[in-house]
């Protein structure tokens, strides 16, 4: 197997259990977890169940000035739209509810179409999407989010917490432990054993080419000459690195910038109380969140929302211009800032989450009334541009272009296991 954040191919060992690290830069290339399949499944439907408690129940209560007022979890995100910030409406659906409804409606499935006499080709294409999606799926920063809004609100009226959040707190649950206890190389292996898709020989398997569908590692120009070979096991295109990596990245990066500027002079929201207006931007709301003796909050929304975009940006920068340079300075803690600028880019998607929860929240009328404003598109915009930066972005070159990925250093070695799951 090719690690995909150093390029060195090694040989994985034949283990039970436990994590398989590579023996250069410590990436886990695989988490190997006994009936990965079966547990997976169990999680999935858990999931299943918990989102559509989190959809039917009421997610919040506000009582203010003796008017109630209801809200669910898509409230937000149709106020989103009657306001005509379809961008917003659209990435909130696609984050809290279309992604992890996705993953664990495809986890689901799969064991179910794998006992069929002859399971159906388009398997392969499921196990792809779960890998894909699950960078979209933020039920943990939309829980986050609720907690900055229950503390904003506390003292402005009284907040009471409805079914809907505990099965949102499930839903939370059910993805950290279904991202521990899945492990796509078994899915793979299953799609084989029932015929729906092969491994190529072993006089065709080598060092040229990692697939970054299924990580298959092939040589294929002997056998498939067309112009973009694809891998035999799940037909992805096949490259040597990703194509245009620097390029791709340096336009997002910089496009990102651009609207880092206008995200946090422009409002993000603005409240209408007794016929005056009091636009939010982000800074203010942290500013809001100190007054009310919330420093903790405060400072978590200060380093999610202004300082790791910022910090991202320049960290992606930084790995664009020691790339293109070609230095071999301090390779291993470059890769990884890369694994940690992965990471955190989409914890600064509280501030939207917070917005969509109070615009749907406060609807009283003259009283107070939330409504969103331009900050907040050109802030969602910064954040998923910057993970399509990060994503664009092809590690790997780094070790490149230093030299460490010659001839010898491509030659395989074994990776590291740990049994226990201690990281190496």
Not at 166 to 191: K, P, S
Not at 192 to 207: F, H, L, Q, Y
């Amino acid at each position: 197997m090719e690690c995909h954040d150093c390029g060195l191919h090694q040989r994985l060992p034949a283990l039970d259990y436990g994590d398989i690290f590579c023996a250069r830069c410590g990436r886990r290339l695989r988490r190997i977890v006994r009936n990965s399949i079966a547990q997976s499944f169990a999680l999935a439907v858990t999931g299943l169940f918990m989102l559509a408690i989190a959809l039917w129940m009421p997610f919040l209560t506000l009582e203010i000035a003796g008017r109630e007022h209801r809200d669910f979890l898509v409230s937000g995100i149709w106020v989103f739209a009657e306001r005509g910030f379809y961008e917003l409406s659209l990435f909130v659906l696609i984050n809290t509810i279309v992604a992890p409804f996705a993953i664990w409606a495809l986890v689901a499935s799969l064991p179910l179409f794998l006992m069929l006499p002859k399971p159906p080709r388009f398997t392969v294409s499921m196990v792809l999407w779960i890998e894909r999606l699950t960078p979209w799926a933020m039920v943990e920063v939309f829980l986050l989010a609720l907690f900055v809004s229950y503390t904003k609100l506390a003292d402005l009226a009284r907040v009471s917490f409805g079914p809907a959040v505990y099965a949102l707190a499930g839903m939370m649950l059910v993805t950290v432990f279904l991202n521990a206890r899945i492990d796509h190389a078994e899915f793979w292996r299953a799609l084989e054993r029932r015929g729906v898709t092969k491994t190529p020989p072993a006089s065709d398997t080598g060092r040229r080419f990692s697939c970054h569908g299924c990580g298959l590692a092939l040589r294929l120009w002997s056998l498939y000459r067309p112009r973009h070979p694809r891998c035999p096991r799940c037909r992805t295109s096949l490259h040597q690195r990703k194509p245009q990596s620097l390029s791709r990245a340096w336009a997002l990066l910089i496009a990102a910038a651009v609207f880092y500027v206008p995200a946090n002079t422009f409002p993000v929201m603005t409240v209408v109380s007794l016929g005056r207006e009091y636009p939010s931007t982000i800074l203010g709301g942290v500013e809001e969140l100190i007054l009310l003796g919330s420093w903790p909050l405060a400072l978590i929304i200060f380093i999610a929302s202004v300082g790791v975009p910022f910090l991202k940006m320049f960290a992606l920068m930084f790995l664009l211009i020691t790339t293109q340079r070609g230095t071999a300075w301090r390779l291993h803690d470059r890769t990884r800032l890369y694994r940690l600028v992965e990471v955190i880019g989409r914890w600064s998607m509280i501030d939207i989450y917070v917005v969509s929860i109070m615009i749907a929240l406060v609807q009283v009328g003259q009283i107070a009334t939330f409504y969103p404003g331009f900050g907040a598109t050109c802030f969602a915009t910064v954040v998923v541009l910057t993970m399509l930066s990060a994503m664009s972005f092809d590690p790997r070159l780094m070790w490149d272009r230093a030299g460490k990925n010659g001839q010898r250093a491509a030659a395989s070695q074994p990776a590291v296991a740990q049994p226990d799951g201690a990281t190496p």
